[in-house]
């Protein structure tokens, strides 16, 4: 199937970017970090992983909307 091979070379190539710059990384990442961190200072652990869960459910329903 054509379509798995094309998300194996997106997944080495975003792997390859996170070796190679991980600064870039931190710099992608560093807002949900701030934001997970932010709801866990003003409302708690259990939000905080509630807001986790609710932005993994966003990726991966908006991960499959995309294709």
Known sequence: ???KD?????ARSA???VKESPVITAIAVAPFVLA???VWWLF???A???LLVVLGA???VGGKLLR
């Open 58 to 60: 966003v990726v991966v």
């Open 1 to 3: 199937m054509p379509g």
């Open 48 to 50: 905080a992983f509630v």
């Open 15 to 17: 792997w390859a970017t």
């Open 36 to 38: 997970l961190g932010v």
């Open 6 to 10: 094309i998300d194996r070379i997106r």
């Open 44 to 46: 708690g652990g259990f």
